[in-house]
């Protein structure tokens, strides 16, 4: 953004990529002046069962191969993120000024409790929920990027 000389944006981040945008938006929040979390999640914990564990199980049998194989190394470093990343304390969000919209699928991959408990900890949030999976921004893109457009624009 500094070499781009762009002062602000709005931040968009779908799963891992909304970790990241949290992550920014924690770190440097005066870059940012609307934040969009997608799917995004505090800690492992805030992924359901069903989906964490065959990740957990599947970083761990790369993880076994990772010195023998560049491909099984490649693997437990992706699969890595989603067992050991992110690791944000629900409380670090309250210092979160801009506004933010949190938005997943109402059968998301993230637990509903989660994504409310991220919701419940910003001061100037607002929360979508779209019917769908982990995937609502392709599998229903008109109503997820209505959601986003309005959200922008009711603070314009």
């Known amino acids: ?3 781009h000389q ?4 709005d931040i968009l981040g779908f799963s891992d990529g909304g970790n ?3 992550c920014f938006a924690l770190r440097y929040p005066e870059k940012v002046k609307h934040l969009i979390l997608n799917g995004a999640n505090l800690d492992p914990k805030g992924v359901k069962a069903y989906v964490q564990i ?3 199980l599947g970083y761990r049998i790369a993880s076994l191969f990772a010195k023998k194989s560049q491909e099984a190394q490649k693997n437990a470093e992706m699969l890595g993120l989603m067992v050991n990343d992110p690791n944000i304390k629900p409380e670090e969000l309250d210092c ?3 506004p933010i919209l949190v938005i997943a699928g109402t059968k998301d991959m993230i637990k509903e409790s989660h994504t409310r ?3 419940s900890r910003l001061s100037n949030a607002k929360l979508v929920l779209i019917e769908g999976d982990h995937f609502i ?3 229903k893109a008109e109503e ?3 959601a986003v457009e309005l959200f922008i624009e009711s603070d314009a």
């Open 1 to 3: 953004m500094e070499e």
């Open 144 to 146: 997820f990027n209505r």
């Open 20 to 22: 990241i945008a949290l």
């Open 137 to 139: 921004a392709n599998k």
């Open 54 to 56: 065959p990740i957990e």
């Open 117 to 119: 408990l991220i919701y």
């Open 6 to 9: 762009i002062a602000e944006a």
């Open 96 to 98: 979160l000024k801009m």
